[in-house]
């Protein structure tokens, strides 16, 4: 079956440090998109995808960068770990249009200390 | 779990009851609405949708209301099970955009 997978699933790290989360979908789906959920937000969109090379940044995107060198991955990166960055992100995808669903992979849960 | 809402608002029914969970959207010019559930330790799941040309869709179990004149959304969900524990919320969007404002949800708990 298809599936929308992030690494790791919990992450420690230490501030300055370069961390990268992935993101892995099969469903062959256009358009991907990093959030991250916080107490007291809805999830907020940090950076997205609509193909292979295309980039844009979410509302929330500084400290953040992508890339798409195909149509699976969609790695994130934190250039320099901050605290304020500790957070639970979620990775998502859809086919084409805006309103295609999107379906959200576990997760991943990042402290940095 | 890869969640939050410690500090959510949490609605408790009786197993076999339903459910009505609220959500108060922000942007007048949204025209989209999606409702999502999520699960203690997994990411968000898609439940029901609907456009500003509506006011009321049906799924199985579940129904949204739309509210434009007051800008509210709601969520009945019909002889609530145990396995509707989870947190709800809300998104709206603006059709054509990838622009997405998500709520931050209401904890429904389901007693036995």
């Known amino acids: 079956d298809a599936e929308i997978t992030q690494s790791p699933r919990h992450k420690i790290t230490e501030t300055g440090r370069q961390v990268t989360l992935a993101c892995h979908q099969t469903w062959n789906h256009n358009n991907m998109f990093w959030y991250r959920q916080d107490l007291g937000h809805g999830l907020r969109l940090i950076h997205y995808?609509?193909?292979?090379?295309?980039?844009n940044k979410g509302e929330v995107s500084d400290g953040y960068s992508v890339s798409r060198s195909n149509t699976e991955d969609l790695p994130l990166t934190l250039e320099s770990a901050a605290s304020s960055q500790t957070s639970v992100y979620f990775c998502?995808?859809?086919?084409?249009?805006?309103?295609?669903?999107?379906?959200f992979g576990p997760g991943t849960r990042l402290t940095v200390l | 779990g890869e969640s939050v809402g410690l500090h959510l608002p949490t609605l408790s029914v009786q197993e076999g009851d339903n459910s009505i969970i609220n959500c108060a959207y922000s942007n007048s010019a949204s025209d989209y609405f999606i409702w999502y559930k999520q699960e203690s330790g997994k990411g968000p799941q898609f439940i029901i949708d609907i456009r500003s040309n509506m006011d009321k869709r049906q799924g199985q179990r579940v129904t949204v209301l739309l509210n434009k004149t007051v800008k509210h959304l709601s969520l009945q969900i019909a002889a609530t099970q145990p396995g509707d524990s989870a947190v709800y919320f809300c998104a709206e969007n603006i059709l054509g955009t990838y622009k997405y404002i998500f709520g931050t949800g209401t904890r429904l708990k389901v007693l036995a």
């Open positions: 998502a995808s859809s086919d084409r249009d805006s309103t295609d669903t999107q379906y």
């Open positions: 995808s609509y193909g292979v090379q295309d980039t």
